[in-house]
């Protein structure tokens, strides 16, 4: 296929490896089974070769002695690496190519299952190729029977995608990319955006129109005076399962303000200026621990529609909103390695509009989204303490 469509060549496959007694961890039936990626060349040579290192309840597969870093050289777009679907939730070998190699061109086969909230497959794919401002080639398997679907071309600031749950049929993804990744979304020196600053960008008629379909029923003379004597009023906070974890989430409850809400030793916060649906609840919400209990350790602050109005609601699956939201999300980060993701109804990727460090805390923002707001999150992964 390579020789004859004169292309390079990624496939997914089984592969073989013998051993005997002189190697004390051979398996009993002597050979081990790894998932592996194999490229070929356009002259149909094999040129490398990755075997995963993250297996994900895969059985039938044996887990190389040590991560493996899998490069190879192209003559039309440079240097390329690869790994594995589950590889990419940790620091070996996903970020450690990148960071170590300075790859920036990664192809990603894959047999994502998504996960809401966070870990829809489009939704952290998007994530990564903007954290680290890279070329990303995903190919996922399309069962939607199994939540899997979800393939793209991922650049630091364009999404080329499919996700479909209904039809049976994949789809063949082309875009035409940098070669040389053009630069991430960037924290804009001008730009400090306080919650003073958010507040400002409404204007009386977005706040009183609001409120009206929140049922609040004060008058509004001065829009920014008035949210911020109601916004001193702090929230409840609650708690809720959210994938596995355990959130600490404040609703909001106005549509203009500034909200915090911590876990351990992480706190969010959002400053948000919003046009409400009366029927649409959101919350603010902070998690610090090992995921699941124990799978592996993150940091997440996340803006949430739940999927009704009750508090027990938040965190289950949403793909529709209609709540428009201007926003800043940010908190005060142990880890460098934070991925910030936006989706909107429909399961609408969008990017920030800026992003990064600023005051010792990590920070995106994004204004007048044309869909509604189902998740905004900044997903950070601790990998030291895994």
Same mark, same amino acid.
């Given at each position: 296929m390579?020789?004859?469509?004169?292309m390079?060549?990624?496939?997914?496959?089984?592969?073989?490896e013998?051993?005997?007694?002189?190697?004390?961890?051979?398996?009993?039936?002597g050979?081990y089974?790894?998932?592996?990626?194999?490229v070929?060349?356009?002259?149909?040579?094999?040129?490398?070769r990755?075997?995963k290192q993250n297996?994900f309840?895969e059985?039938?597969?044996?887990?190389?002695s040590k991560?493996?870093?899998?490069?190879?050289?192209t003559?039309?777009?440079g240097?390329?690496?690869?790994?594995?679907?589950?590889?990419?939730?940790?620091?070996?070998p996903?970020?450690?190519?990148?960071?170590?190699?300075n790859?920036?061109?990664i192809?990603f086969?894959?047999a994502?299952m998504?996960?809401?909230?966070f870990?829809?497959?489009?939704?952290f794919q998007?994530?990564?190729?903007?954290?680290?401002?890279?070329?990303?080639?995903v190919a996922n398997?399309h069962h939607?029977?199994?939540n899997?679907?979800s393939?793209?071309?991922?650049?630091p600031?364009?999404?080329?995608?499919?996700?479909?749950?209904i039809?049976?049929?994949?789809?063949?993804?082309?875009?035409?990319?940098?070669?040389?990744?053009?630069?991430?979304?960037?924290s804009e020196?001008?730009?400090?955006?306080?919650?003073q600053?958010?507040?400002?960008?409404?204007?009386s !008629?977005? #706040? $009183?129109?609001?409120k &009206?379909?929140?049922g609040?029923?004060?008058?509004?003379?001065d *829009?920014?005076?008035?949210?911020l004597t109601?916004?001193s009023m702090?929230?409840?906070t609650?708690?809720?399962?959210?994938?596995?974890?355990?959130?600490?989430l404040?609703?909001l409850?106005?549509?203009?303000g500034e909200q915090?809400?911590?876990s351990?030793?992480l706190?969010?916060?959002?400053?948000?200026?919003?046009?409400?649906?009366?029927?649409?609840?959101?919350?603010?919400?902070?998690?610090?621990g090992l995921?699941?209990?124990?799978a592996f350790y !993150?940091? #997440? $602050?996340?803006?949430? &529609?739940?999927?009704?109005?009750n508090?027990d609601?938040?965190? *289950?699956?949403?793909?529709n909103?209609s709540?428009t939201?201007?926003?800043?999300l940010?908190?005060?980060?142990?880890?460098?390695?934070?991925?910030?993701?936006?989706?909107?109804?429909g399961?609408?990727l969008?990017?920030?509009?800026?992003?990064?460090w600023?005051?010792?805390?990590?920070?995106?923002?994004?204004?007048?989204?044309?869909?509604?707001?189902t998740t905004?999150?900044?997903y950070?992964?601790?990998?030291?303490?895994?």
């Amino acid at each position: 296929m390579a020789r004859k469509g004169r292309m390079y060549v990624v496939a997914n496959m089984p592969t073989r490896e013998d051993c005997d007694d002189s190697d004390p961890n051979c398996p009993r039936d002597g050979r081990y089974q790894f998932n592996t990626n194999v490229v070929f060349s356009d002259n149909g040579d094999l040129v490398a070769r990755y075997r995963k290192q993250n297996l994900f309840f895969e059985y039938e597969f044996n887990t190389p002695s040590k991560a493996e870093h899998a490069i190879f050289d192209t003559p039309f777009a440079g240097k390329f690496g690869m790994f594995i679907c589950y590889d990419l939730l940790f620091y070996e070998p996903a970020v450690s190519l990148i960071e170590k190699y300075n790859v920036t061109q990664i192809l990603f086969p894959t047999a994502w299952m998504s996960a809401f909230p966070f870990l829809v497959g489009i939704q952290f794919q998007r994530a990564f190729a903007s954290a680290f401002g890279i070329n990303f080639l995903v190919a996922n398997l399309h069962h939607p029977s199994l939540n899997m679907t979800s393939s793209g071309i991922y650049t630091p600031k364009e999404s080329f995608y499919h996700y479909d749950m209904i039809g049976d049929a994949g789809k063949l993804i082309v875009a035409r990319i940098p070669v040389v990744p053009t630069d991430r979304v960037q924290s804009e020196a001008h730009f400090v955006p306080t919650s003073q600053q958010v507040l400002e960008k409404c204007n009386s !008629t977005l #706040v $009183c129109s609001a409120k &009206k379909s929140l049922g609040l029923d004060s008058v509004c003379e001065d *829009a920014a005076a008035d949210v911020l004597t109601e916004n001193s009023m702090i929230p409840p906070t609650f708690n809720s399962i959210i994938f596995h974890d355990n959130f600490t989430l404040s609703p909001l409850t106005t549509p203009v303000g500034e909200q915090l809400v911590c876990s351990n030793s992480l706190c969010c916060h959002v400053s948000f200026c919003g046009n409400f649906s009366h029927s649409e609840l959101y919350v603010l919400g902070a998690f610090d621990g090992l995921h699941a209990g124990g799978a592996f350790y !993150t940091q #997440v $602050c996340a803006l949430l &529609k739940c999927a009704d109005t009750n508090y027990d609601s938040c965190g *289950a699956k949403v793909t529709n909103a209609s709540s428009t939201i201007d926003f800043k999300l940010w908190g005060n980060f142990s880890t460098r390695h934070i991925y910030p993701e936006i989706l909107g109804s429909g399961l609408t990727l969008y990017l920030p509009d800026s992003m990064g460090w600023e005051n010792k805390s990590y920070y995106m923002y994004r204004r007048s989204m044309s869909l509604g707001l189902t998740t905004a999150a900044l997903y950070g992964r601790w990998y030291e303490k895994d």
